[in-house]
Nanobody, 121 residues
Framework: QVQLVESGGGLVQAGGSLRLSCVVS????????MGWYRQASGKQRELVAR???????NYADSAKGRVTISRENAKNTVSLQMNSLKPEDTAVYYC???????????????WGKGTLVTVSS
C-alpha cells in the first residue's frame, strides 16, 4: 500500500509565501518523477511543477519565477516553495509520484488527497 500525504496548505495574503510538503510511504522500491498539480474550483487539474529523480525540474509558465520544487530521495519527499502568491493561485494542490513497488515494477502514478491553498486579496 502506497500513500502520499500532503501538508502545508492554508490561508495566506496576496504576496505571501507557503511551503507544501509531501511524503510518500509504503512498500516502495523507488520513486521516480514527482510533482505538484492544482485544481481550482470549476477548473481542470493542471501542472504546477515536476522534478525527476535526478533533479531536473519543469514548471508551468504561471509558476516560473515564483515557485521552487525540490525533493529528498532518501526521504521520499517533495516540497513546493511558493512565493509572491496571488489570489488566482487559490486551489487544492495535489502531490503526484511515480512509485515502483514489488507488485508494479514499471511504476504506478499515485496521488495525494490534496491540500487547500487560499490566497486572499
Amino acid at each position: 500500500q502506497v500513500q502520499l500525504v500532503e501538508s502545508g496548505g492554508g490561508l495566506v495574503q496576496a504576496g505571501g509565501s507557503l511551503r507544501l510538503s509531501c511524503v510518500v510511504s509504503g512498500s516502495i522500491l523507488s520513486v521516480g518523477d514527482m510533482g505538484w498539480y492544482r485544481q481550482a474550483s470549476g477548473k481542470q487539474r493542471e501542472l504546477v511543477a515536476r522534478v525527476t529523480r535526478g533533479g531536473t525540474t519543469n514548471y508551468a509558465d504561471s509558476a516560473k519565477g515564483r515557485v521552487t520544487i525540490s525533493r529528498e530521495n532518501a526521504k521520499n519527499t517533495v516540497s513546493l516553495q511558493m512565493n509572491s502568491l496571488k489570489p488566482e493561485d487559490t486551489a487544492v494542490y495535489y502531490c503526484n509520484a511515480l512509485v515502483v513497488t514489488t507488485s508494479n515494477i514499471y511504476g504506478v502514478n499515485y496521488w495525494g488527497k490534496g491540500t487547500l491553498v487560499t490566497v486572499s486579496s
